[in-house]
């Protein structure tokens, strides 16, 4: 009898077969890499172009930076993924938003002690310009979204809290969930609230409201008024606006807290 | 000042211009209106005056509206004026800058001198009375524009029309940005499609791509900004970048370690190399994926993430563990630390100094006590005390 496909023989013919597949494979890959550099330097080439006539659009631009980076985020490409990107090197996107990300982290560090790393959009928004100064580019509270955003990436907390139409930032790892997300947006009408109040608009038991509110006194993210008139008032600095915000010391903060 | 009538500030035929002056303001009886630098042409016909600023803003009266003219003179800080009585409006005049004015006389400022001569000429052309000779026809240009071929649009007609223009010219630099972007993005989205293709022919064949091939490809995906089709992790990590970054890194962190205490957030890493390079900042993606390359680098920092997430760089030879220890003395000493206290009395940042608390907690060394007065440490005496 002859036995088909096995033997020495055909072993050594099935290796040959797929040492070839192999190397055919290989070249696939190979060509497809080299259509892909080739591409890239082609569209290197084209977003030179671009820069050169609309790059100071793209800076001095806020919509036109919105635009861009919505663009770019329904085709899949994230300009601000690297230092060393096309978008970065070339149009100067990055450095914008990078050290953006710094000012930002350096404003939410000096003013913890006062509100327990949660800030309102509107004044990280106005502390981050003063501390740019008069003749730096103007940005956008947009701008400030997308660079926090990127700094979620470094693990320290960062976080965004819709709360009536803008946002409160977080800039510390407290843990803070739905429960909390909701007496926060309460809270944001009036700058402070009471246990009857998430009662009555939450349709909460006073337990739960209670170790919400207790968990954002210990992140010093509320301060209590037990002065105030009926009953307790848990007031959230990071809601105080200029008229009654004054500076603060870390010192008279822990006065503060009970 | 309702006197006045706008004008193209042309000369009308058969007139001619006797006299101009700078630096007029004009004044309705004894109060300042907006017309304040301009100026003022004595023709054969009118009284012109037009703003040095606006050219556009062009507004005269008839010099038969004039009953009589005075002078008066200049004084400190004030400027020689001619006050022009006029008689009232006609009804068919056509329309000016005011409706109504409570006064029946003007006042002519000259700021910049020149009164003499102009009441000279004034006073000659309302006793000739030359606009009764030479009845005006169709307008000429006296065209003192260096600039021919700029268009000589005037009035609020004109006025508008040049802001339409300059609108239109805005939206045009706009839009014509807005389908560079649009043509740019078809571009950005081939390359996206063609990479996804490769990634998938990457898949298919299952390490039948080279080392140095995936690094190349890598490399590409991160000078666009595409997510790693294949991993799905973070852009393009593990490229010859992100490791000579990390030599980088090794190199700069090591004496801010050194005066940290050996351990630094990313954060604060972040913040300060890119406050050091100024220019060509790093991503927060490029620093972290430039730190997952430490180790593998051998060098001599490594990354470390806790349980809550945060992030650190701490010097090899640094080991929390042993810190550990010298934090439950500090904290046996004290009798009770919060994050706070200890942050403050070990020179930490309070991030850090919680995280070496809660790791203390971890190893059975500390416990706490969580009260609406923050989060306190005591040591563990169920373990030491039992």
């Given at each position: 009898m002859h036995r088909r496909g096995v033997g020495a023989g055909a072993i050594a013919k099935k290796k040959l077969a797929e040492a070839k597949y192999k190397e055919r494979g290989t070249?696939?890959?190979?060509?497809?890499?080299?259509?892909m550099s080739k591409q890239l330097d082609m569209f290197k080439t084209n977003l030179e172009e671009f820069a050169s006539k609309h790059k100071q659009e793209i800076r001095k631009n806020p919509a036109f930076r919105v635009q861009f980076q919505d663009m770019c985020a329904t085709i899949g490409v994230d300009p601000l993924a690297s230092g060393k990107g096309f978008w970065s090197e070339m149009l100067g996107v990055g450095d914008f938003y990078y050290e953006l990300g710094v000012q930002i982290v350096e404003v939410c560090l000096a003013l913890k002690h006062r509100n327990g790393g949660l800030i309102m959009l509107e004044e990280l928004h106005q502390q981050v310009l003063k501390g740019r100064g008069k003749f730096a580019q103007d940005v956008s509270q947009d701008d400030l979204l997308r660079a926090i955003k990127?700094?979620?990436?470094?693990?320290?907390?960062?976080?965004?809290?819709?709360?009536?139409?803008t946002y409160l930032i977080q800039s510390v790892p407290a843990e803070l969930n739905m429960d909390h997300t909701v007496v926060l947006q309460l809270a944001e009408k009036k700058g402070y609230v009471t246990v009857s109040e998430i009662r009555s608009s939450l349709k909460w038991e006073t337990e739960r409201a209670k170790q919400v509110l207790e968990h954002l006194l210990k992140e010093g993210m509320a301060w209590l008024d037990t002065?105030?008139?009926?009953e307790a008032q848990y007031w959230l600095p990071a809601l105080f606006t200029e008229l009654y915000a004054q500076e603060i010391t870390p010192e008279e903060a822990k006065e503060a807290i009970p | 000042m309702d006197r006045f009538s706008w004008t193209s500030g042309l000369l009308e035929l058969g007139e001619t211009l006797v006299v101009q002056q700078r630096g007029v303001r004009l004044c309705d009886g004894e109060e300042k209106v907006k017309f304040d630098t301009g100026v003022l042409l004595l023709s054969t016909h009118r009284l012109i005056w037009r703003d040095q600023k606006n050219h556009e803003c062009c507004i005269a009266v008839p010099l038969s509206q004039i009953v009589f003219i005075e002078e008066q003179a200049a004084g400190i800080g004030k400027s020689a004026k001619i006050v022009v009585h006029l008689h009232p409006a006609a009804s068919n005049k056509e329309p000016g800058p005011f409706q109504s004015s409570k006064y029946s006389y003007i006042k002519l400022s000259f700021k910049?001198?020149?009164?003499?001569?102009?009441?000279?000429?004034?006073?000659?052309?309302?006793?000739?009375?030359?606009?009764?000779?030479?009845?005006?026809g169709q307008t000429i240009q006296v065209n003192k524009d260096p600039q021919a071929g700029r268009i000589r649009a005037v009035g609020i007609v004109g006025i508008e029309r040049k802001l339409e223009e300059k609108r239109k010219e805005t939206d045009k630099n706009i839009s014509e940005a807005f389908e560079d972007l649009s043509k740019l993005m078809e571009k950005a989205k081939e390359m996206v499609e063609l990479s996804k293709s490769i990634a998938n022919k990457i898949k298919?064949?299952?390490?039948?791509?080279?080392e140095d091939e995936t690094i190349r490809f890598k490399s590409y995906l991160l000078s666009m900004g595409i997510a790693n089709p294949v991993t799905r992790e973070t852009h393009g990590s593990g490229t010859h970048y992100h490791m000579q970054l990390a030599k980088q890194l090794a190199g700069m962190l090591q004496t801010p370690l050194e005066e940290r205490g050996g351990i630094m957030s990313l954060t604060e890493v972040y913040c300060l190399v890119n406050r050091a390079r100024g220019l060509e900042l790093l991503s927060p993606e490029d620093l972290v994926n430039a730190c997952k390359m430490l180790e593998s680098l051998k060098l001599p920092l490594r990354l470390r993430i806790f349980d809550s997430g945060v992030m650190v760089i701490e010097l090899q030879s640094h080991n929390e563990e042993e810190m550990v220890a010298s934090a439950l003395e500090t904290v046996s000493e004290k009798g009770s630390l919060t994050a706070d206290e200890f942050a403050k009395l070990v020179g930490m940042s309070v991030l850090l100094a919680k995280e070496r608390l809660l790791l203390a907690e971890k190893m059975g060394h500390l416990c706490r006590d969580d009260s609406v007065?923050?989060?306190?440490?005591?040591p563990n005496l169920f373990l030491t005390q039992s």
């Amino acid at each position: 009898m002859h036995r088909r496909g096995v033997g020495a023989g055909a072993i050594a013919k099935k290796k040959l077969a797929e040492a070839k597949y192999k190397e055919r494979g290989t070249v696939l890959a190979e060509d497809q890499l080299a259509q892909m550099s080739k591409q890239l330097d082609m569209f290197k080439t084209n977003l030179e172009e671009f820069a050169s006539k609309h790059k100071q659009e793209i800076r001095k631009n806020p919509a036109f930076r919105v635009q861009f980076q919505d663009m770019c985020a329904t085709i899949g490409v994230d300009p601000l993924a690297s230092g060393k990107g096309f978008w970065s090197e070339m149009l100067g996107v990055g450095d914008f938003y990078y050290e953006l990300g710094v000012q930002i982290v350096e404003v939410c560090l000096a003013l913890k002690h006062r509100n327990g790393g949660l800030i309102m959009l509107e004044e990280l928004h106005q502390q981050v310009l003063k501390g740019r100064g008069k003749f730096a580019q103007d940005v956008s509270q947009d701008d400030l979204l997308r660079a926090i955003k990127k700094l979620k990436v470094l693990g320290s907390g960062f976080g965004i809290i819709p709360v009536g139409g803008t946002y409160l930032i977080q800039s510390v790892p407290a843990e803070l969930n739905m429960d909390h997300t909701v007496v926060l947006q309460l809270a944001e009408k009036k700058g402070y609230v009471t246990v009857s109040e998430i009662r009555s608009s939450l349709k909460w038991e006073t337990e739960r409201a209670k170790q919400v509110l207790e968990h954002l006194l210990k992140e010093g993210m509320a301060w209590l008024d037990t002065q105030a008139e009926g009953e307790a008032q848990y007031w959230l600095p990071a809601l105080f606006t200029e008229l009654y915000a004054q500076e603060i010391t870390p010192e008279e903060a822990k006065e503060a807290i009970p | 000042m309702d006197r006045f009538s706008w004008t193209s500030g042309l000369l009308e035929l058969g007139e001619t211009l006797v006299v101009q002056q700078r630096g007029v303001r004009l004044c309705d009886g004894e109060e300042k209106v907006k017309f304040d630098t301009g100026v003022l042409l004595l023709s054969t016909h009118r009284l012109i005056w037009r703003d040095q600023k606006n050219h556009e803003c062009c507004i005269a009266v008839p010099l038969s509206q004039i009953v009589f003219i005075e002078e008066q003179a200049a004084g400190i800080g004030k400027s020689a004026k001619i006050v022009v009585h006029l008689h009232p409006a006609a009804s068919n005049k056509e329309p000016g800058p005011f409706q109504s004015s409570k006064y029946s006389y003007i006042k002519l400022s000259f700021k910049e001198h020149g009164e003499i001569e102009f009441y000279r000429r004034l006073s000659e052309e309302i006793t000739q009375r030359r606009w009764e000779n030479m009845p005006t026809g169709q307008t000429i240009q006296v065209n003192k524009d260096p600039q021919a071929g700029r268009i000589r649009a005037v009035g609020i007609v004109g006025i508008e029309r040049k802001l339409e223009e300059k609108r239109k010219e805005t939206d045009k630099n706009i839009s014509e940005a807005f389908e560079d972007l649009s043509k740019l993005m078809e571009k950005a989205k081939e390359m996206v499609e063609l990479s996804k293709s490769i990634a998938n022919k990457i898949k298919e064949k299952q390490g039948d791509i080279t080392e140095d091939e995936t690094i190349r490809f890598k490399s590409y995906l991160l000078s666009m900004g595409i997510a790693n089709p294949v991993t799905r992790e973070t852009h393009g990590s593990g490229t010859h970048y992100h490791m000579q970054l990390a030599k980088q890194l090794a190199g700069m962190l090591q004496t801010p370690l050194e005066e940290r205490g050996g351990i630094m957030s990313l954060t604060e890493v972040y913040c300060l190399v890119n406050r050091a390079r100024g220019l060509e900042l790093l991503s927060p993606e490029d620093l972290v994926n430039a730190c997952k390359m430490l180790e593998s680098l051998k060098l001599p920092l490594r990354l470390r993430i806790f349980d809550s997430g945060v992030m650190v760089i701490e010097l090899q030879s640094h080991n929390e563990e042993e810190m550990v220890a010298s934090a439950l003395e500090t904290v046996s000493e004290k009798g009770s630390l919060t994050a706070d206290e200890f942050a403050k009395l070990v020179g930490m940042s309070v991030l850090l100094a919680k995280e070496r608390l809660l790791l203390a907690e971890k190893m059975g060394h500390l416990c706490r006590d969580d009260s609406v007065e923050g989060l306190r440490f005591y040591p563990n005496l169920f373990l030491t005390q039992s």
